[in-house]
């Protein structure tokens, strides 16, 4: 019989596979179909499709450093922890659903990028938005994860800032 335990183990995980599975079919579809620095409209000029392949962080950071530091910053020290966030999400019982679902978008878009840069050497980045006053770099669906469940934590922490404290 599946506990209710087990349930929101395999609900968790599920979650964080989702993420990561979006993220690879579209970077792979992206990788098969899209020349390095084609530009596909989209929506007119403001949302389109270009192939880059990004050796650094965000936005390029870090894409400068030497080998082993680049490798300690970018693949070590982001495998580290990832591997803690997964084992904090299937041991910690009481967080609000929507920390806990922010946590796994976080989880699963850093595992998509990180996956790449281990595969591949770079992460596939293949959108940008210019909206005249707003402009994005070029980013993937890991990145949106990223920032989708970051923006699920921060609304998570305002409301329980705000609540008061019960004696």
Not at 150 to 156: A, G, P, Q, S, V
Request: proline share 2%; with cysteine.
């Amino acid at each position: 019989m599946i506990t209710r335990e087990l349930l929101s183990r395999l609900l968790i995980l599920s979650l964080v596979l989702f993420n990561i599975g979006c993220d690879q079919v579209t970077k792979s579809i992206v990788r098969e179909n899209v020349g390095y620095n084609e530009n596909i409209k989209i929506i007119s000029d403001h949302f389109t499709l270009t192939k880059v392949e990004n050796s650094g962080a965000f936005l390029s950071s870090g894409d400068w450093l030497p080998g082993p530091v680049k490798f300690v910053l970018l693949s070590l020290l982001p495998l580290l922890v990832l591997g803690y966030g997964i084992y904090f999400v299937m041991t910690k019982t009481e967080m609000s659903k929507l920390f806990l679902t922010g946590i796994c978008f976080v989880i699963g878009g850093g595992i998509g990028n990180l996956y790449d840069r281990i595969l591949y050497g770079s992460v596939t980045d293949f959108l940008h938005i210019d909206f005249v006053i707003f402009q994005t770099g070029i980013f993937n669906i890991a990145d949106v994860s990223i920032m989708i469940g970051m923006f699920m934590i921060l609304i998570h922490l305002y409301f329980k800032k705000s609540e008061p404290e019960l004696a």
